[in-house]
């Protein structure tokens, strides 16, 4: 089975600092995706940003980005230029193929705070 | 932009009652997925309907069962409700395999 792991529970960082929140997964499947959502104090699933398995450069949105290494089974996200807003837990999820739909596993989350 | 609705946004029920939690999905999306987030936990699948079919089944209870109707709109009904039953519950939309938008959710408390 799938297998997300994200090895920070928390992670302190300061304002304006860039920040890499880590990931790596587990799958015998050759075509797969990995998702990043924030989920913020009030409970919502914000999607941040997608990466193929067969996507040869790494995603971006804007000042989030995917640090792809497909031979070490790693995903992590990179925030550049961190807010007082980014303050929320990040958690990475693996599309697990299944036939006509697709459903997300996810790792256990990573708790961001943002230090003024 | 259009997103998923969820409706309610909280839901306290005692136990053994039923509720029923209802999400619409983003214009033109052809998957829902109903997904279950105990407190300090990730979200966890619990079943999925494609083109108003349902295409895959996780951790649900046999008390639990959902539906797409013909307008696109799914339903999560829960009988016999548990405390253990309390937790956000995550409905999402998604187009094809790049993209899995998630509602506001709804907050079930059991009493």
């Known amino acids: 089975a799938q297998k997300i792991t994200q090895t920070q529970p928390g992670m302190f960082v300061q304002e304006k600092e860039a920040v890499t929140l880590d990931c790596t997964y587990d799958?015998?499947?050759?075509?797969?995706?990995l998702f990043w959502y924030k989920q913020p104090s009030s409970g919502e699933m914000i999607f941040l940003i997608y990466q193929g398995s067969y996507d040869e450069q790494n995603a971006t949105e804007g000042r989030y980005s995917l640090n792809f290494q497909k031979a070490r089974k790693s995903a992590n996200l990179v925030i550049s230029a961190s807010q007082l807003g980014d303050s929320a837990m990040y958690f990475c999820?693996?599309?697990?193929?299944?036939?006509?739909?697709?459903?997300?596993?996810f790792g256990q989350g990573t708790r961001l705070t943002i230090n003024p | 932009a259009a997103g998923v609705i969820q409706s309610p946004r909280h839901l306290i029920k005692e136990k053994r009652e039923t509720a029923t939690l209802k999400c619409y999905p983003i214009p033109r999306h052809d998957t829902v997925y109903w997904y279950q987030q105990g407190p300090g936990q990730d979200p966890q699948f619990l079943i999925s309907?494609?083109?108003?079919?349902?295409?895959d089944k996780g951790s649900i209870p046999d008390r639990f069962s959902a539906q797409q109707f013909s307008d696109y709109h799914s339903e999560l009904n829960m009988s016999s409700l548990e405390l253990g039953d309390s937790a956000l519950y995550f409905c999402?939309?998604?187009?094809?395999?790049?993209?899995?938008?998630f509602g506001p959710g709804t907050r079930l408390t059991v009493t």
């Open positions: 999402a939309s998604g187009l094809g395999k790049t993209e899995q938008y």
């Open positions: 799958t015998s499947d050759q075509s797969y995706g």
């Open positions: 999820a693996m599309r697990e193929r299944v036939q006509g739909a697709q459903k997300l596993v």
């Open positions: 309907f494609y083109e108003k079919m349902q295409s």
